[in-house]
């Protein structure tokens, strides 16, 4: 039975995108929009852009683009901003990076070169390898001021509406939950007195929610995902997500993993590997860095093998994660996965996975889905935790007395069946009976 449909907002001519850290992800995202509405290349990545939603029954053949069935902004609209601890535009990142071929940046190099990183709010102490050159002054009260400030005059200044906030900044250390996070009034606290327990990726996070921009996290560093910001969120009606973009080695695991589990076949082992070369494994070869990667890549398999259910199957899993710095390799990063598997009567099996990709192709097209969803989502006035997007992060927020979903599939169903319910259209259950004939294709 269909519903009936969400009062959504038109989506604006304009949306601005504002990205704390322009670094590899930030600029692969920019300039990909930029090359593809200069005609250079397609969105290939990008549900928003490429992917189909089917509706209703099968025989009715109805599947349009997801970008003509929900209400979005066309890429030509979207206005870029940001902040960065190094200056440069984003011509420069773009060419530090290494990710696009030059050919390409120079094509599009005089848009590029007109974007220009705000100072950045930064403590050293969070990403030791960095030594920032373009950062705000003071205290952390003064940086969430002047960053709030940022956002108005980007606004005024593009005669923007509306915005959102997606956070591809460096991987900060890994810091415990501690009273500074727990209410608002003790986060305002905090701020007021600098207390360093407030990492600059909170200090961005109450920012865009104070300013009412609907804010993502593609990192693995606890920012909105604290109870302060959460309520704060709640409370004034923005929604949040986060975190960890699923890109490489975690997508593959979480489409592994559920098919052991559907065929109840053991897992003994999973080692996972990784070389990279970019400046975010140079960050993460930093031990405390590292921990916060760590927990996000390392929670996904517990929650899909649920070993409290199935002892027998998973009660033994040894489960590694390592990252390895490889300058040689840049952005190119590798993957390897060794999984030691057993069947009927324990024989063992094995699997290896050898990933060869590239770090920020595989992000920029979340990054563009993100901001275009969030949008979505504040227009059909969806706040806090918006977990049908759970589908792009490694470490998808949830709502506290629920653990998350981590299966790539059931991810990608939630996501479409909530756009079906937005737009008042039947959810797909796959029941399969004569009324309610359902496929697999999602
Ligand atoms: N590329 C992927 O596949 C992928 C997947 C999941 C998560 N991520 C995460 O996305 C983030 C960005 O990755 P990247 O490859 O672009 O890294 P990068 O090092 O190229 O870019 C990060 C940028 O953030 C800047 N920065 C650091 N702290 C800042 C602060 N407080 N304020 C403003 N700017 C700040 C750095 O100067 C740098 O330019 C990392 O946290 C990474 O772990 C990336």
């Known amino acids: 039975m269909a519903n009936k449909p969400r009062a959504i907002a038109p989506a604006p001519q304009k949306l601005g995108v504002l990205l704390p850290g322009m670094g590899a992800v930030a600029s692969t995202f920019v300039a990909g929009v930029l090359a593809v509405r200069n005609g250079l290349g397609e969105p290939v990545g990008s549900i928003t852009q490429l992917g189909r939603i089917r509706l209703g029954k099968r025989t009715e053949k109805r599947n349009p683009l997801i970008k003509e069935f929900v209400p979005l902004t066309d890429l030509s609209g979207l206005v870029f901003g940001g902040w960065d601890i190094f200056g440069g ?41 960095l030594n ?11 940086w969430a001021e002047a960053v709030r400030a940022d956002i108005r005059k980007f606004k005024a200044d593009h005669g923007l509406e509306q915005a959102v906030m997606i956070n591809c900044c460096s991987t900060e250390v890994y810091r415990e939950l501690t009273d500074a996070h727990r209410t608002i009034e003790a986060f305002e606290r905090a701020l007021d007195e600098n207390d360093s327990n407030i990492s600059p990726a909170m200090v961005y996070a109450y920012s865009a929610i104070m300013e009412g921009v609907p804010y993502a996290n593609g990192t693995p560093n606890r920012a909105a995902d604290v109870p302060a910001l959460l309520e704060l969120a709640a409370q004034r009606g923005v929604p949040v997500c986060g975190k960890d973009y699923k890109t490489g080695q975690t997508l593959v695991k979480t489409v592994l993993s559920p098919m052991f589990k559907a065929r109840a076949l053991g897992v003994r ?68 996965d060794n999984i030691d598997i057993f069947g009927w009567l324990g024989y063992p099996m094995q699997i290896k996975v050898d990933f060869l990709c590239r770090d920020s192709i595989l992000a920029a097209p979340i990054v563009l889905d993100l901001a275009l969803f969030l949008n979505l989502a504040q227009r059909a006035k969806m706040k806090g935790i918006q977990e049908w997007l759970s589908f792009y992060f490694k470490s998808p927020m949830t709502a506290a007395e629920v653990y998350p979903e981590h299966d790539l599939f ?22 399969g009976t004569e009324y309610y004939d359902e496929g697999t294709d999602e």
């Open 269 to 336: 082992g999973w080692f996972s590997t990784n070389i990279l070369g970019n400046r975010d494994g140079e960050v993460l070869d930093e031990p405390e860095n590292f921990k916060s990667k760590e927990v996000t890549k390392l929670g996904v398999l517990d929650t899909i093998l649920q070993p409290d259910l199935y002892p027998s199957l998973y009660g033994d899993l040894y489960h590694k994660v390592r990252i390895n710095y490889y300058p040689p390799r840049g952005d190119a990063k590798e993957g390897w």
């Open 410 to 431: 059931i991810q990608q169903k939630k996501l479409k069946n909530n756009l079906r319910h937005m737009m008042g259209e039947e959810l797909i259950t796959h029941l």
């Open 89 to 129: 535009n984003l011509y420069d990142a773009c060419t530090t990076a290494e990710v696009l071929d030059q050919r390409l940046i120079d094509k599009i190099g005089d848009e590029l070169r007109t974007i220009e990183p705000m100072p950045g709010a930064f403590d050293p102490s969070y990403v030791k390898r």
């Open 132 to 142: 920032g050159t373009h950062m705000k002054p003071g205290t952390r009260r003064d």
